[in-house]
C-alpha cells in the first residue's frame, strides 16, 4: 500500500507541475514515461497528443518519445504476425507482406512528420538518427523489400545532409559509407555524391554562423512571468531569442518558401514555449504570420490572374498553412484551459490564432487585444468587425478601470457603428467614471470624439464641464485643460477660456503646497507640466491683446508665472532628471 501510495504522489506532483509549466517538453516526457513503465500504454498515448498540442509540437524530447513510440507499436505488430502466422513458410504470403508495408508507411509518415516540424532543428541529429534506424530494421526477405529500404534510407540520408544541423559532418560520413556499401552502385553511386556534395559543403558552411544563434539559449528553460526590473538572465534570453529569430527569418540557407516558414514557425513554438509570458515574443510572432499571409494571398491572386490552377504550388502551400493554423489553435486550445474564454478553431488566420493563444496565457494584456482587434478590423468584412468588437469588449471586461481600453473601444464603435452607439459606450462607463475608477484620459476621448468627428462642440464642450464639476483634480492636467481651452477659444469665448486659465493655475499652486514634503511633483502633476500651461496662457493673451491694460496683464502674468511655486519644483525636477540621465553641466 505504501508503494502504490508513493506512485499515486508522483504523478500527481508531474500533473501539478505541468499545470504551472504546460509548455515544458521535457516534464511531460517524464509523466508520460511513468505512465508508459506502468503499462498504461492508452492513457500515455492520450497524454502525449495533449502535450503536443500544449508545446506547439516544438519539443524535441517529445517528439524522440513520439519516434518511440511508433517504433514500439510496429514492433509489436510484427511479433503478433510471426506468433499468429508460427514463424514458417506461411510468414512470407503476400497479404502478411502487405500488410506489413503499409505498417512501415504509416510509421514512416509519422516520422516524416515530426522531421516535418522538427527536422530543421540545430539539435535534430537524434530524430534522424532514429529514423534511420528504424528504416534499418525493416525485414529484407525479398528483392523489393531490399529496395524500398534502400531507397528510403536515401532519401532520408538526402533529406537531412542538405541541413545545418549539429553532427551534419556525420550524416555525410554515414551517407558516403551507404551508397559505397551497395553492390554494383559505383556509377550511380558516385553521380548521387557529386551531386549532394555541394548541398553538404553550403550547410556546413552555414553550420558556424547557425550556432552562434543557438549558444546562450536555452530551449529547456521553464516559462516564468518577467521581474521587474528585468533578471539579467532573463534579459540574456530575451536578447539570444531575437537573435536567432531574426536569423532564421533572414534566410540566410535560401530556402524555399515553405520550407523557411516551417522553420521560422519551428523557432517561434519553441521561444514563445520559453517565453510565454513575454507580449513583445507573441506579437512578433502574430506580426510575422500575418506578413507572410499577406504575401502568399498577393502569390494566390498573381497565381489566379494567370490562369493558374488550384492544385500548384500555391494550393499546397496554403494547405500546408492551413494545416500550421489548425495545429496552432489546438495548441491554445489545450494549454487554454488554464485561463482565457476566447476559443479558436481551424478556420481562423494564422496571425489570428497566435494573438489568440497568446491572450490565453495573458488575458490581461492590452496590447495584444488591441493588435488582434486591429487585425479584425483591417479584413474589412462583417465577421471580422463583429470580432474586433467581441475583443474590444473582452478587454474593457478584462481592465475596465482602463481609460485607454474603453477609449479606442469607443472609437473603434465610432469608425464602425456611428456616433449614437459611440455615445452608448460612453454611457457604460457612467458608474466607473463616477467612482473614480476612470479617469481624465476617457473624458478627454470622448470630448475630443464629439468635436472632431462628430462636429458637435457643443456636446463636447458639456463633456469637459460634467468633468469639471464632478472630478476638480483634473484642472491639475495640463493636457485636459489645454484642450479645454482650445475648444472655448475656438468657440471665440475668450472669457470662459480666461477663466479656465486662472483657476488651474491657481489649483496646480495650491496642489503643490499641499503636496510639499509629500509625493514627487510628477505624480502630483501629470505631464506636460505647469510651464507648459503657463505658455499657453501667456500665448493666449498675447493673441487677444487688444487694448493697453492687456499689456499689464501680460507683465502681470509672466512675474506670476515667475513666481508660481508649481512651475519652479517643476524646473528643479527636470533638471534634476537631466542631472541623473547624464545630461547636466556645470553652467
Known amino acids: 500500500k505504501e508503494v502504490q501510495k508513493a506512485k499515486w504522489k508522483v504523478r500527481d506532483a508531474l500533473r501539478c507541475f505541468i499545470a504551472q509549466y504546460p509548455t515544458s517538453g521535457r516534464h511531460w516526457r517524464m509523466l508520460i514515461e511513468y505512465e ?187 516559462a516564468r512571468p518577467p521581474t521587474a526590473p528585468l533578471e539579467h538572465d532573463d534579459r540574456e534570453q530575451v536578447r539570444g531569442w531575437k537573435r536567432r529569430l531574426a536569423f532564421e527569418s533572414e534566410n540566410f540557407e535560401r530556402l524555399e518558401r515553405d520550407e523557411l516558414r516551417v522553420r521560422v514557425r519551428h523557432s517561434y513554438e519553441q521561444c514563445v514555449a520559453c517565453l510565454r509570458f513575454y507580449p513583445e515574443i507573441w506579437l512578433e510572432y502574430a506580426m510575422w504570420e500575418a506578413r507572410h499571409e499577406s504575401a502568399s494571398s498577393v502569390q494566390q491572386q498573381a497565381a489566379a490572374s494567370s490562369g493558374g490552377g488550384g492544385g500548384g504550388p500555391a494550393s499546397s502551400s496554403m494547405n500546408d498553412d492551413m494545416a500550421g493554423a489548425s495545429a496552432g489553435a489546438a495548441a491554445a486550445a489545450a494549454v487554454g484551459a488554464e485561463a482565457g474564454s476566447l476559443s479558436i478553431v481551424s478556420s481562423v488566420s494564422l496571425a489570428e490564432a497566435v494573438y489568440r493563444r497568446a491572450l490565453t496565457v495573458l488575458p490581461e494584456c492590452t496590447v495584444l487585444h488591441l493588435a488582434l482587434a486591429e487585425l479584425l478590423e483591417a479584413r474589412g468584412t462583417q465577421v471580422g468587425l463583429s470580432g474586433a468588437r467581441r475583443v474590444y469588449a473582452s478587454l474593457v471586461k478584462t481592465v475596465p478601470s482602463s481609460d485607454m481600453a474603453w477609449a479606442l473601444y469607443q472609437r473603434f464603435v465610432r469608425r464602425t457603428e456611428g456616433k449614437a452607439a459611440a455615445r452608448q459606450v460612453f454611457a457604460l462607463t457612467q458608474t466607473a467614471r463616477s467612482r473614480g475608477e476612470l479617469g481624465r484620459h476617457l473624458y478627454l476621448s470622448h470630448a475630443l470624439l464629439e468635436w472632431h468627428a462628430n462636429a458637435e462642440p457643443t456636446i463636447a464642450l458639456k463633456v469637459f464641464q460634467q468633468a469639471v464639476r464632478r472630478h476638480p483634480h483634473f484642472l491639475h492636467c495640463s493636457d485636459f485643460v489645454l484642450s479645454y481651452a482650445e475648444l472655448l477659444v475656438s468657440r471665440q469665448d475668450v472669457r470662459d477660456a480666461r477663466s479656465l486659465y486662472e483657476r488651474a493655475t491657481a489649483a496646480m499652486d495650491h496642489a503643490v503646497d499641499a503636496a510639499a514634503g509629500g509625493a514627487p511633483l510628477a505624480t502630483t502633476l501629470p505631464q506636460p507640466g505647469p510651464k507648459a500651461l503657463w505658455l499657453a496662457y501667456m500665448r493666449f493673451e498675447v493673441l487677444h491683446a487688444s487694448c493697453p491694460r492687456d499689456s499689464a496683464r501680460l507683465r502681470d502674468l509672466e512675474v506670476r508665472m515667475q513666481a508660481s511655486r508649481a512651475v519652479r519644483e517643476s524646473g528643479r525636477e527636470e533638471g534634476a532628471l537631466r542631472r541623473g540621465r547624464g545630461g547636466g553641466g556645470s553652467g
Open 36 to 222: 508508459l513503465r506502468r503499462g498504461h500504454y492508452e492513457r500515455a498515448d492520450r497524454l502525449l497528443a495533449q502535450a503536443m498540442l500544449a508545446t506547439g509540437h516544438a519539443s524535441l524530447e517529445l517528439w524522440d518519445l513520439q519516434f518511440l513510440r511508433v517504433t514500439d507499436k510496429y514492433e509489436e505488430s510484427v511479433e503478433k504476425r510471426k506468433k499468429a502466422t508460427g514463424g514458417g513458410d506461411k510468414y512470407a504470403d503476400i497479404t502478411v507482406e502487405s500488410e506489413e508495408r503499409h505498417e512501415q508507411e504509416q510509421a514512416s509518415a509519422m516520422y516524416d512528420r515530426g522531421l516535418m516540424h522538427v527536422g530543421g532543428d540545430f539539435k535534430a541529429l537524434k530524430l534522424w538518427r532514429s529514423y534511420m534506424k528504424f528504416v534499418k530494421d525493416w525485414p529484407q526477405r525479398t528483392q523489393a523489400e531490399k529496395d524500398r529500404q534502400r531507397d528510403k534510407l536515401r532519401s532520408i540520408h538526402q533529406r537531412a545532409l542538405c541541413i545545418p544541423i549539429d553532427g551534419v559532418e556525420d550524416v555525410w560520413r554515414d551517407y558516403e559509407q551507404f551508397e559505397r556499401s551497395i553492390e554494383g552502385n559505383e556509377t550511380l553511386g558516385g553521380k548521387l555524391l557529386d551531386k549532394h556534395r555541394g548541398l553538404f559543403n553550403s550547410a556546413r558552411q552555414m553550420l558556424p554562423r547557425r550556432r552562434a544563434q543557438w549558444e546562450g539559449v536555452d530551449v529547456l528553460r521553464l
